[in-house]
C-alpha cells in the first residue's frame, strides 16, 4: 500500500491534517463499498463504522489505519448488513467482488484513475459532459434526459453507452502512458 | 468477474464520485416515479430513522471529541463550519460505547467473549426465506414442508388445523385433505418416530397426537416460506444476532447458529460455544423472542395478557376464557384488531366468550378460528363498530351444533353489523348456502380461502352491490358456469381467483375479462401439490424421501 506524503501521518500529527487523511481514507472505503453494490447511504455509514472501529483499534492519535484493514472492516459490515436483510446470494457474491476490485482498482483505491477520468471528462464536449451530468450528477431518469437533449430515450442509451466506452479508453490510455 | 467486467463497473463507480456531488448533497431535481412497494417505503422510513441516528451519534461523537470523516462534505452549503473538534486528551476515555470491536484472531475473539457482561440480541431470524409472523414452520433448508396425510383404505381424511394459518393462501389445501404441522425441523424421521409412538386416534386438534391407521401412507410436501419461532422449541431459533457487551462498553457482534452451536464474528472467525455461554445466549434469545412477540401484541400464554401495554392496538393469541377477555382483552380501550386462533383443548370457547368480546369498545377487525364457536357467532352481534371479519372453520361437524347451526348463526350475525365491510370466509365449514345472507350487507371485500362455494353461490353476490373486490382461493375449475357466474358480478373492480389445481385456461381467463371489463382480474394457477414418498406400511425410520408424481386427479 503506498501512502502520499500527506498520510503517511505519525502519532502526534496535526489534528487537521490527520482530518484531511481520514476523509481520504474514507472516501476509498465508501468508493469500494459501491463497488461491492453497497447503497450510497449505506456505504457512507460503513465507512464510517469502518473508520470508527479502526480509530478504536489503533488509536485516535494514531495514523491513518491501513487501507486493508479498513476495507476488510467495511466488507465484513456490510457483509453483517446483507446477512440481517436476509440477502444470502450477494453475501456469497461479495468475495468474487472484492477479487474483481483488487485486480482492478490497484494499491491506491483506484485514485489514480479518478484523476485520469477527470481529465477525459474535461475533454469531452459540452453536451456529452452534460449527459453524464444529468445521469451521474442530478440522476435524471433517461425521459429527461432524453428531453434536454432533444434525443429519443434509445438514444440516450446509446449516447451513455458510447461515453462510457470513450472514457474507458481514454482512462486506459492516461494510465498507461 | 471478468476484468473487463470489473472495470466497466469501477468506471460507473468513479463516475457517480466524480459527478454525484448533487445526488449526495440531496435529492434529484428530477421526478421519477416511485416503483418501491409499500414494503419498501417502510425500508426507507426505517433507513431515514437510521441516518437521524447516525446524525445524533456524530454529534454525540464529536461532542466527546472524537473526528467523524466525511462530515464536512456532507455539510450543506452556506452553513457555517462547526468548530473544529477537539482531539481527546491523552488519559482521557475514549466514546468506547459507540465503537464495536472486531477481532483479529481466534485467540482475541476467544479473549473478548472471556469478557462479556452481557448479551444484547438484535434479531432473531430464518437462515432461508421468511417473514416472522406466519405460523409455519421453517425447515433447515430454508423451505416450508407442509405435510398431508390420507388413507385410501379407510376413506377417512384426517384433518389436523394445526397452527396453519388459513389466511395465507399457501397453508391451505385444495380440499379437505389433511395439514399436518411438523413442529420440529421436519424431518422426516422424527414424523414417522411420533407416529409410532401414539397411541391415540387422529383429531384435528393441534395439541392431540396425530396417528393415522391406513395400510397404504402418502406424504405430500410442497415448498413454501415463513416460519415461527414462537411454536414448539423457542430454543431452536434458526438463527441468531447478537452482541456481545464487553465489560469496558464496547460492543462485539456476532451471528450465531443454533444447528451447529457457531458463533461467527465474521467468516474467518468461528467458534463453537460451550455450554455455559450457549445457555446464555438461549436465555437471552427466549427473553427478547418473548419481548419482541409481545411488542407485536403475539401472544401464546394467556397469562402474558395482563404484560400488553395499555396501548396495544392489535393482539393475537388462543382462544382466551370469558374472564381473561374482561379482565386481560377489556383493559387495553385502544385495541382494534384482534386474532384468535386454535382453542385450546381444555377450554373450548362457548357463548360468554363471543359475548365478552363483543364488548370490546374499539374493535374493527375481528379474526377467529371458529371451529367450535360457530354455532355460537351470534353472539358477537354487539360488535356495530366491527369493519373486518374473518372467520376460519375446518370442519363443520366439529362445529358443536352442527353445520346447520352454524350456518344459521352466521345469517344472523352479518345483517346486525352495520359497518362490516370486508369479511373473509376460510375453510371447508363455509359454502353456498353462507353467500345467501350477504345481500343483506354492505361488504365491499369478500374473501372465500377453501371454502365449499361454487358457480352457484356467487349469483347471490349479484345481489350485492357494495361488492369491489373479490378473492377466491382454491377455487375448483374456470369453467363456463363459472364464468358466466362471474360476468353477473358487474360492481366488481378486483377479482383474483387462485385454482385449487392446475393451470388457469388462457380462453377462459380471456372470456372473463371480456364479460367484466372494468375489473382488475388475476387468475392463479394452483398451489402445486406433490407427493414425496407412498408406502404401503408405515415407513422406516430412515425411510428416503424419494420424488413421487400422484396419479391423475389425486387429490380431488
Known amino acids: ?115 485520469a477520468l477527470r481529465c477525459c471528462l474535461d475533454e469531452l464536449p459540452p ?7 444529468l445521469r451521474y450528477g442530478e440522476d435524471a431518469p433517461r425521459a429527461s434526459i432524453a428531453r434536454e437533449l432533444g434525443l429519443g430515450a434509445e438514444g440516450v442509451k446509446s449516447l451513455l453507452a458510447r461515453l462510457r466506452a470513450a472514457l474507458a479508453v481514454c482512462v486506459q490510455r492516461r494510465i498507461g502512458s | ?50 441516518g437521524v441516528g447516525t446524525v445524533v451519534a456524530a454529534f454525540a461523537l464529536q461532542g466527546r471529541g472524537g473526528a ?39 485467540e482475541e475473539f476467544v479473549d473478548l467473549l472471556a469478557g462479556v457482561r452481557s448479551i444484547r440480541v438484535h434479531s432473531l431470524r430464518p437462515q432461508g426465506r421468511g417473514t416472522q409472523d406466519t405460523l409455519v414452520t421453517l425447515a433447515t433448508d430454508g423451505t416450508t414442508r407442509f405435510w398431508t396425510l390420507e388413507s385410501p383404505a379407510t376413506g377417512q381424511r384426517h384433518t389436523a388445523y394445526g397452527q396453519a394459518d388459513p389466511w395465507k393462501a399457501r397453508n391451505v389445501a385444495p380440499d379437505p385433505l389433511a395439514v399436518l404441522e411438523i413442529r420440529d425441523s421436519g424431518e422426516l424421521a422424527d414424523w414417522v418416530r411420533d407416529l409410532r409412538s401414539s397411541p391415540a386416534a387422529a383429531s384435528s386438534d393441534p ?67 460451550g455450554e455455559e455461554l450457549l445457555q446464555r445466549i438461549g436465555t437471552a434469545a427466549q427473553a427478547s423472542e418473548r419481548n419482541g412477540r409481545l411488542a407485536r401484541g403475539i401472544v401464546l400464554d394467556l397469562d402474558d395478557l395482563r404484560l400488553l401495554p395499555a396501548a396495544t392496538r392489535s393482539v393475537q393469541c388462543p382462544w382466551p376464557t370469558a374472564e381473561q377477555v374482561r379482565t386481560g382483552l377489556a383493559r387495553l380501550p385502544a385495541l382494534e384488531r384482534l ?31 371458529a371451529d367450535p364457536a360457530l354455532p355460537a357467532l351470534d353472539a358477537l352481534a354487539g360488535l356495530v363498530q366491527l369493519e373486518e371479519l374473518r372467520l376460519a372453520a375446518a370442519e363443520p361437524q366439529r362445529a358443536g351444533g352442527g353445520a346447520a347451526a352454524a350456518q344459521s348463526a352466521l345469517a344472523d350475525l352479518l345483517p346486525r353489523l352495520p359497518r362490516l365491510r370486508a369479511l373473509a370466509l376460510g375453510g371447508a365449514a363455509f359454502g353456498d348456502a353462507d353467500l345467501e345472507v350477504l345481500p343483506r350487507t354492505k361488504v365491499e371485500r369478500l374473501q372465500l380461502v377453501g371454502t365449499r362455494a361454487s358457480a352457484a353461490g356467487l349469483r347471490h353476490l349479484a345481489a ?39 393451470q388457469p385456461d388462457g380462453d377462459a381467463v380471456a ?40 396419479p391423475p386427479g389425486h387429490g380431488r
Open chain 1, 1 to 115: 500500500m503506498q501512502l502520499s506524503a500527506e498520510e503517511r501521518l505519525e502519532p502526534g500529527t496535526a489534528p487537521g491534517a490527520r482530518d484531511a487523511a481520514l476523509a481520504a481514507a474514507f472516501r476509498r472505503v465508501r468508493r469500494y463499498l459501491r463497488f461491492l453494490g453497497c447503497e450510497p447511504a449505506l456505504a457512507e455509514d460503513c465507512a464510517q463504522e469502518a473508520l470508527l472501529a479502526a480509530i478504536a483499534h489503533f488509536g485516535a492519535q494514531g495514523g491513518v489505519p491501513p487501507l486493508p484493514w479498513l476495507l476488510t472492516a467495511a466488507r465484513n459490515g456490510y457483509r453483517m448488513h446483507l446477512r440481517r436483510q436476509g440477502r444470502a446470494r450477494e453475501v456469497g457474491g461479495l468475495d468474487p467482488l472484492h477479487a474483481a476490485w483488487v485486480e482492478v482498482a490497484g494499491a491506491d483505491a483506484a485514485d489514480e484513475r479518478l484523476a
Open chain 2, 1 to 50: 468477474m471478468k476484468r473487463e467486467g470489473a472495470e466497466k463497473r469501477l468506471l460507473e463507480v468513479l463516475l457517480e464520485e466524480e459527478l454525484g456531488g448533487a445526488r449526495r448533497r440531496g435529492a434529484s431535481a428530477h421526478e421519477r416515479p416511485d416503483p418501491r412497494p409499500l414494503r419498501g417505503r417502510w425500508l426507507a422510513a426505517a433507513v431515514v430513522l437510521l
Open chain 1, 127 to 133: 453536451r456529452s459532459r452534460r449527459a453524464l451530468e
Open chain 2, 339 to 369: 386474532s384468535i386462533g386454535p382453542h385450546a383443548k381444555a377450554a373450548p370457547p362457548g357463548r360468554e366468550v363471543l359475548a365478552a368480546l363483543a364488548g370490546l369498545p374499539a374493535l374493527r377487525s375481528l379474526e377467529l378460528c
Open chain 2, 464 to 502: 350485492l352491490p357494495s361488492l369491489r373486490e373479490l378473492d377466491l382461493d382454491g377455487w375448483q375449475a374456470l369453467d363456463e358456469v363459472g364464468c358466466e357466474a362471474f360476468g353477473t358480478l358487474g360492481g366488481l373492480r378486483r377479482l383474483r381467483i387462485r385454482l385449487a389445481r392446475g
Open chain 2, 68 to 106: 467523524w470523516p466525511g462530515a464536512a462534505e456532507r455539510r450543506p452549503a452556506g452553513q457555517p463550519q462547526d468548530p473544529q473538534p477537539q482531539d481527546p486528551q491523552p488519559g482521557e476515555p475514549q466514546p468506547l460505547e459507540l465503537v464495536g470491536v472486531v477481532p483479529h484472531s481466534r
Open chain 2, 207 to 273: 395439541d392431540d397426537p396425530v396417528v393415522v391407521r391406513a395400510d397404504r401412507w402418502a406424504v405430500w410436501t410442497r415448498a413454501g416460506e415463513g416460519f415461527d419461532y414462537g411454536t414448539g422449541d423457542r430454543a431452536a431459533v434458526p438463527c441468531t444476532e447478537l452482541a456481545f457487551e464487553l465489560a469496558d462498553g464496547r460492543l462485539l457482534g456476532a451471528v450465531f447458529d443454533p444447528a451447529t452451536r457457531v458463533l461467527r464474528c465474521s467468516d474467518a472467525l468461528g467458534l463453537r460455544v
Open chain 2, 511 to 550: 372470456r372473463l375479462r371480456r364479460r367484466l371489463p372494468d375489473c382488475e382480474i388475476a387468475v392463479e394457477q394452483g398451489p402445486g401439490w406433490r407427493a414425496a414418498a407412498v408406502w404401503t406400511a408405515p415407513p422406516p425410520v430412515s425411510a428416503p424421501l424419494p420424488v413421487y408424481l400422484p
